[in-house]
């Protein structure tokens, strides 16, 4: 009864501390988000697709699971985020019963507070449905918990059919079973990630890579990821940095918060007791602790490695699962400095001290920003004024526009683009029947073109401009979202 009733306050707690995120979140609607959402509500009205719409490495479970809870909530902002917030709480309770069964009391009650108090641009990732990322924790954590070989193989298989950032728990769980030559245990996990795997390469439709990633400065990819791992490390414990900070701040950000916790990065990689890793080699304790130590390795240098590849480098949501080996870490430690000096218990509390405000600062920074999907209903106004039923343009642009009208109906068909790339052929195709379409872009995007194109095709179908180009503009709001209207000049005769 006890554990039950600590178990309700946890998610109590939980759920309210990302109150301001659910209702105010930072990034509430770009492509990504609102794709996830528009294939959820396909599922929910009948339609299915085993890959995301013109990205055919990530699977669809999320909007399945969203899909189904649609059925019983209404379709609308923010209960569009609950199934989302729901798997990040599961993930979270699935992460502290294994983190239970190892971690002392003390070092525990740090770990809740961390996921407690966790940086708002970490929640915004947790509950905004666009990367998958609490369904592959959510797996991760069920295939080192599982007792079958099997089990753990069709874990991790159905993992890296969800989004192949699931190697962050593959590697290390393989790598444990070569260390300890377990090799009749690894034919069996090969065995039960058989299926999921097949389901996902058969499942996989061709798309078009030519549009390739814009070129950067070669010194760009050799500061800018040891400036995110930094910058993001410190964040996590509380320094308060925005979404747009961590990519950009230089690496005084590190600096700000290093007094407090370069101590503390030392000893993740020093002091942590090996010896004891050893002890628990074949024991819970020991896959665990094995696997959050090479998570904590691991996603750095993954993170660099595609960094350096030139492709998608700025981006830091690859480095987003790192907070689970961080905590675990930190939370070891600060609850055994709890229990010794003075020095290092008031260490410990001013570790917590920058979590909690940290937190707190973001979530009202939060209460005071504008909200992001007012640029997008301006335009949805705009465009039904002006009668137009399809768009064209990056996806970032159009996709906001076809959920927000797919919601209260009738929707406004997108033609969605990624450089050259078609996300969805079906879709633009129906556009490029339609005697006029808008052009979107954001400004503050790199393919935002100026001056407005003379001419644009849709699949074959040719349109001129129309009307001088609208931009849209709200205070306190980051983007201006550029509209042109086109109507078509020639239709090329393969697109009838």
Known sequence: MKKTYWLLLFCLAWFFLRLPSLLFPQDELNGDVSVHLLMALDWFQGGASRYMWGQNYLGTLENLWGALWFKVL?????????????LALLADLLFLSLASRVLPVRSLIFLILFLLFAPHILVDEQILPAFSYSIVSILGFLAIAALSPLARGFCLGLAFYVQPISVYFTVPLIFYELLNKNWRRLGWIALGALPPLLFAYFSMTPIDESAGASERPTQYYFYQPFRLILSFFVMLFGYPVTK???????????????????GLFVILFLAFPLKRIAQWSRGFGGLLTFVMLCQLILIPVLFMIKSYSGFDGYTNRYLWLWHYPVYFFAGWILGKWSQEGMGKRAYALLILLCLTAGSLWGKFQLLKSPNPNQIFRAAVDYLRDQRISGVMGDYWAVYPIALLTRLDGPMILPAPLHGSIERNRAWSEEVGQMPRVAYLCLKAEPWCEKPAPEEIEVLGSKFKP?????????????EDLLIRIYSQSSVHPSSR
């Not at 747009?244 to 590190?254: K, Q, W």
């Open 74 to 86: 209404p379709l609308k902002f923010p209960y569009l985020y609950l199934p989302t917030a729901l």
């Open 244 to 262: 747009h900070e961590l990519t950009t701040t230089p690496s005084f950000i590190a600096l700000a918060g290093g007094f407090t916790l370069g």
């Open 466 to 478: 129309d009307l001088i180009g609208k931009t849209i503009s709200m205070p306190n709001q980051k």
